[in-house]
Antibody
Framework: EVQLVESGGGLVQPGGSLRLSCAAS????????MHWVRQAPGKGLVWVSH????????SYADSVKGRFTISRDNAKNTLYLQMNSLRAEDTAVYYC?????????????WGQGNLVTVSS | DIQMTQSPSSLSASVGDRVTITCRAS??????LNWYQQKPGKAPKLLIY???SLQSGVPSRFSGSGFGTDFTLTISSLQPEDFATYYC?????????FGQGTRLDIK
């Protein structure tokens, strides 16, 4: 059974840092591109970042570029999102998501979501 | 970035109704259009990919159509478990965007 289990969220002050993790199981993690998508309270879905299967290619939304870093450890089957210089507008539930297949950018499995609250 | 606009933003319907949700892209995206269902407090669920392909395990009452800039999601006969928020998403380029969502609730 495919599972994506997220951890690392919580309350952080503006300007602070947090690292999210997404532990994958039930599939060959190293074969899949992975993404982060976030959802502010009561709002819609917003794409944040992606990383290629071998970690060699990454991309970011303009709103997080230069502050967030996506990475992965294929030996540990884990995806990460390092978030620095956090702002109130980064407050959201963060989801990791797996692409459905090679050369696709739709998401067939999602983590349970991890709430990040940026507040003093 | 490609902008995705859904209509309506909200919709009230009854069990057994046929419902259609529309998604329009700001430029042509071929068939790179996907639909998700999200229930409160839950992660989104993929329903339709590549505009009209039904994801495995999704009931056949869900269907999608469209090409280019205009797309639709149709639920042929609403069931109680279908009341949720629906999002379209383009996958035409690496800069993915979602529609703003359509909330479907019980009339």
């Amino acid at each position: 059974e495919v599972q994506l289990v997220e951890s690392g969220g919580g309350l952080v002050q503006p300007g602070g840092s947090l690292r999210l993790s997404c532990a994958a199981s039930g599939f060959t993690f190293s074969s899949y591109w992975m993404h982060w998508v976030r959802q502010a309270p009561g709002k819609g879905l917003v794409w944040v970042s992606h990383i290629s299967s071998n970690g060699g290619s990454t991309s970011y939304a303009d709103s997080v570029k230069g502050r967030f870093t996506i990475s992965r450890d294929n030996a540990k089957n884990t995806l990460y999102l390092q978030m620095n210089s956090l702002r109130a507008e980064d407050t959201a539930v963060y989801y990791c998501a797996r692409v459905r297949g090679l050369d696709t950018r739709d998401f067939d499995y999602w983590g349970q979501g991890n709430l990040v609250t940026v507040s003093s | 970035d490609i902008q995705m606009t859904q209509s309506p933003s909200s919709l009230s319907a009854s069990v057994g109704d046929r419902v259609t949700i529309t998604c329009r892209a700001s430029q042509s995206i071929s068939n790179y259009l996907n639909w998700y269902q999200q229930k409160p407090g839950k992660a989104p669920k993929l329903l339709i990919y590549a505009a009209s392909s039904l994801q495995s395990g999704v009931p056949s009452r869900f269907s999608g159509s469209g090409f280019g800039t205009d797309f639709t999601l149709t639920i042929s006969s609403l069931q109680p478990e279908d009341f949720a928020t629906y999002y379209c998403q383009h996958s035409y380029s690496t800069s993915i965007t979602f529609g703003q969502g359509t909330r479907l609730d019980i009339k």
